[in-house]
């Protein structure tokens, strides 16, 4: 059988490492697909690099354009490889793509959760597959596991480390002692985080995959702009010290959690308890924990960024688009996890109706009474102690730390009683607050 | 469109388990599966207790039966699932639903690792799908991850905690230093271990799943004959209390390795360090961990047995199939996911000549000259010694243990070396041999 034809766009680091691991692992991959996979076009911005890479390799069975269009466009191409990063310009690659009626493999998380319903809208109507496991915990085949893999299962929640950048920074933070910002330089230094590392350490990145994540999760559109974001930049050294002394670890988690009053869908920095496998995925690795009725708790843990990781996940979606582009798009598995007809319209919680639990620190005055007029704002705001910590002060000092865990409440209730024990003359300064999931 | 039939063989703690969720979730699972799943026939022994599931739910739609030939040639089922247990008649039943034209789904290990070749043979000839996550590591995806999540790669080797009484039984010896004997009896009594425990507690079950899991990594024939089978019937718990102290937990794995010179499939007790996530695994829990060239290492943790963590997988299969089931059978996944005429002859290694590294647990005269003797027999065999431990006698005794961790080495030369030891005077009994492996 002739080999299936893929045109490139792009040629950086997972474009670089879809074509060598696509080269290298040549002969094993066509043993499992029953057919060739052929990278037979590839757009670059610079002819010259790309020919550095590809040119005395594959001599002249593989062209280098720098206009995406003719890949998009070209009659013999079958699958579409995007991996150029952006919305708006792959938006209309994508786009273009599919009504030329080629299958698209995209590692492209923002596309998707910005873009995604009228993508795969147009992808369904023209009977193309899009596939796109290496937008979400790169080489962790998650999309598949929760497509397929969970069928069975009505998923109660999912909570993942998505983002390898921040969980670097947090690992290095507890791991030394040091303060966010000496440890992002570090981690750019070290190629961990990117010279502008908004996306990463601002939890957008994450929320991207989250957004994905609950879509084929629970079956409902991509709603990115409902995500709740919050990243690690603020967060305090302190915390996690103290986090540690009461037997948690700190993580940016991507979280959607289904409830009776609709879907929980946030990214934001979080206690787990030590104890929880997940709270020992250390340095720049992903893990997935997913919460289903039949199956109980799984969890899917790998490498979830760089060149040949990311490629895997790529090359993934090409043997099985290969697989399956002779089945009848009917009877494929579809795009979201459930049929198009059968989306649900749960709404996404706003975070003040949120339930969880919480951590607070607050600075207070080292007199009587602070405690109990804390603990009485709390009771009022329905909200109960879980663990309390509090350090004696130092010599010298008139202030001290008080570290309470909550049990489970609603955000509403945190926020309400933070303004009024914020209020209080014997606090000082603002309260710090870190959501705590159990993961039970 | 009608729902697909399913014909249910057996109706224990897995086919209950199935008949329950598939009920529980019908209406999500419709979602994803586009079509409806309905079991509209039982095989049974016990018609009444079947009946009692059955009966007062579904009433006439669901026909009993205690003949299971029944159900493999009745022309109105699409898919047979096999949740007997056994291999000699459920060999038959499977064949015969083939020839009749029939997808199956099973969660038989042994029926798989002892007659796979057999059966998927005759499905390729049919055209119909044998699908079998459930056989390995219950309601983990590792069987859709190997086959379809990771097909870019060259899988290097796969090490699985994938026996969860024997990891129970472990981890209760770890953790309450109690005897093998001991746990054993507590893990019949909780339902963990069987009355006849045999199979999971000497490694046989193990090693129906390694074998499974190699074939479809590496493109091998099921050769559960060629299979190295080593339980942890023998372990002591002095050796699981020197393993800690030296920074290891024990756990009986199921490895399939690919080598140089062939592929290593075994299954045995073994020292990991403690600081890798898979060595945290505990209790009842299963884990695969996967090395492979592109990816890296990724791993799979969940519940390995139980009736809705099984039946998850079942019906995951199920819904893969009623997605499938239209397609084309030449480009559907195959069954071992390499293509048929694709299968390599690669031969499994006998087990003298594995390599990896051994702990060895030496009782000695407290004497001088005992560790010259004992490591110069080990340098005379090519073996190097990575780390030692030697305990102190106690007051009365003349003896003590001495507790070696060697670099990599032959299976062949450490045998040799046990051999020479235990003729030396000063060494008294059987010198204790249990191998480790960095995983990394």
Redesign the interface.
Known sequence: MKPIKVGLLGLGTVGA?TFN??R??QE???????RGIEISMVAVRNLEKAQALIGGVIGNACEIVTDSMLVVTNPEIDIVVEVIGGTELTKQLVMTAIANGKHVVTANKALLAIHGNEIFKAAQDKGVMVAF?AAVA????II??LR???????IEWVAGIINGTTNFILSEMRDKGLDFATVLKQAQALGYAEADPTFDIEGVDAAHKATIMAAIAF?IPMQFDKAYVEGISQLQAIDINYAEQLGYRIKLLGIAKRTAKGIELRVHPTLIPNTR?IA??EGAMNAILVQ????????????GAGA??T??????DL??IT??????P?????HL???PN?ISQEVILPMSEITTSYYLRLRVADQTGVLADVTRILADCSISIDAMLQKEPTANEKQTDIIMLTHQTQEKNVLAAIEKIELLNSVFGRVTKIRLEQLS
């Not at 790169?138 to 085949?141: A, N, T, W």
């Not at 289903?292 to 843990?301: I, P, S, W």
């Not at 490629?311 to 993934?316: F, G, K, N, R, T």
């Open positions: 490492g691991v696509l290298r692992n094993e991959i066509t043993r499992r697909a029953g496991e790169g080489g962790i085949p598949k596991s397929e893999g969970l069928t069975a299962n009505r079956g496998l020992n995925v289903a009725d039949a199956v109980g708790a799984t969890m899917y843990y790998g490498k040949e990781p490629a895997s996940a790529v090359i993934a043997v099985d697989r399956l582009a002779t089945a009848d009917e009877h494929r598995v579809p996890a459930f049929q059968s």
